[in-house]
């Protein structure tokens, strides 16, 4: 199965070469950008590198198999924040880089984004709209500030923001695709039994899953949390710290004029543990008695590259992701990470219980635009303001962190 290189690139192999292309670059920009770390100036939020990849190679770039283009924006700030969130330069580029592996999730948003998870599950990649790519750009100061301040900040974790320009097939038109790597919030190794991505909205904040079977791998949302009378359960202690930080992180995000992110609530109960069996990697399928889940994550061995379809297939027992790596021994120190990666639920007098809350505030580059000014008054005639999702920032603010106050624990 090899790619072609040259006009005629199917569908499949553009995403493919996208792939290639993303972690060539950040393997170069990121391994380029070492040295000792000088206090961050004014000029490292606005900086940009620019890197040419050839066949051929050059000074600065080694030889590549296509011919695109790179462009890491404020590399100094983002490693900055890389160690803020504490992680290992070398690690960061083995999980993403090395052997080149990915696995893609075609848009389980509605925006149109690609989503790639790096091979051990860490770190996701996703696609952004350009006006998400400007808003990074305007907010990276304060968002530097706030992680400064926050450690324990319940927002996404960036650790690069990056544009590809490639040519697209036949005709000699450029395209730019901006993208960004976070943090998964989600682990390798812990079945998540549930997923809810919450805003606090009703309006259109519902998920209809009609077969049993597929209902733990739906992201069901904020009417679903309420038919389902879903709650976290946190002792005082938590629950305390927990509100503390997202009213800090909500008030961050109000200040920047950003709306429509969630709070992604993936909840794994140790009672029941990882029922799927999935005795197998995404990315080395040895186990060749689940012939249907292989197949599923359609892997395709192309050199290096490996783009594998299929989110819902993870690395459950996969040796290398169950051992602690030092980047998840350094994020054991962050308060809401710091159980199996995730936030340990407790009782009313602070006891442990069997779940396992995964957290965090997704989405967050949206920003109050006027195309979301218009469908505020639109939807507004017709729907009771308080419940629809376009409403300025503020008040977008202030009813997502009263969803989760009311609605969020047992009363
Ligand atoms: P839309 O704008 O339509 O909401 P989007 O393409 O911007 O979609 P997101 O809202 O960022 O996508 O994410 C969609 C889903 O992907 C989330 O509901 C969640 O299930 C998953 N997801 C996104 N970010 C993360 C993350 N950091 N960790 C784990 N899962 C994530
Ligand atoms: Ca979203
Ligand atoms: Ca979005």
Redesign the pocket.
């Known amino acids: 199965d090899k790619v072609l290189v040259g006009n005629k690139v199917s569908e499949g192999h553009s995403n493919y070469i996208m792939a290639y292309n993303m972690l060539t670059g950040i393997r170069v920009a990121v391994s380029r950008c070492s040295g000792i770390m000088k206090p961050l100036k004014e000029q490292d939020f606005k900086a940009s590198k620019k890197l040419t990849f050839d066949i051929t190679g050059n000074e600065l770039t080694p030889s590549s198999r296509y011919d695109f283009k790179f462009k890491d924006y404020s590399p100094n700030v983002f490693r900055e924040l890389r160690e803020l969130f504490g992680l290992d330069p070398a690690d960061y580029l083995v999980s993403l880089t090395a052997k080149y592996i990915l696995s893609e999730v075609n848009?389980?948003?509605?925006?149109g984004?690609f989503?790639y998870y790096s091979r051990d599950y860490k770190f996701?990649i996703?696609t952004i709209h350009r006006s998400e790519h400007i808003t990074l750009r305007r907010i990276l100061k304060s968002y530097h500030q706030h992680v400064r301040n926050n450690p324990n900040t319940l927002v996404?974790q960036f650790y690069g923001l990056h544009r590809l320009k490639m040519p697209i097939n036949f005709s000699g038109q450029k395209r730019k695709i901006y993208f960004i790597v976070?943090?998964?919030?989600?682990p390798a190794n812990k079945e998540i039994h549930r997923?809810y991505?919450l805003k606090g909205s009703l309006w259109k904040r519902e998920t209809l899953v009609k077969e049993e079977h597929k209902k733990h791998k739906a992201?069901l949302k904020d009417q679903n949390w309420l038919a389902n009378n879903q709650h976290m359960l946190l002792g005082p202690k938590k629950k305390n710290k927990f509100l503390e930080q997202i009213e800090k992180d909500v008030a961050f995000l109000k200040a920047a004029n950003i709306m429509d992110y969630?709070l992604?609530v993936g909840i794994h109960d140790l009672a029941i543990g990882n029922v799927t069996n999935q005795n197998f990697s995404v990315f080395y399928p040895k186990d060749s008695t689940n012939r249907d889940a292989i197949n599923s994550t359609n892997p395709i061995p192309v050199d290096e590259v490996e783009v594998v379809g299929q989110q819902s297939i993870r690395p459950m027992n996969d040796s290398e992701s169950v051992k602690l790596t030092s980047v998840q021994q350094q994020q054991q120190q962050f308060y809401f990470y710091n159980f199996e990666c995730g936030f340990r639920g407790t009782n009313d007098r602070d006891i442990p219980t069997d779940e396992i809350y995964y957290l965090?505030i997704?989405?967050c580059l949206t920003n109050y635009s006027y195309i979301k000014r218009a469908e505020t008054v639109i939807k507004g005639f017709y729907q009771n303001r308080k419940q629809i999702s376009a409403v300025p920032a503020a008040e977008y603010g202030d009813r997502f962190l009263s969803f989760i106050k009311e609605k969020g624990f047992k009363k």
């Not at 848009?107 to 925006?111: D, E, N, V």
């Open positions: 848009s389980p948003g509605k925006s984004s989503f996701i996703k996404s976070m943090n998964n919030l989600f997923t991505d992201v969630s992604l965090g997704i989405d």
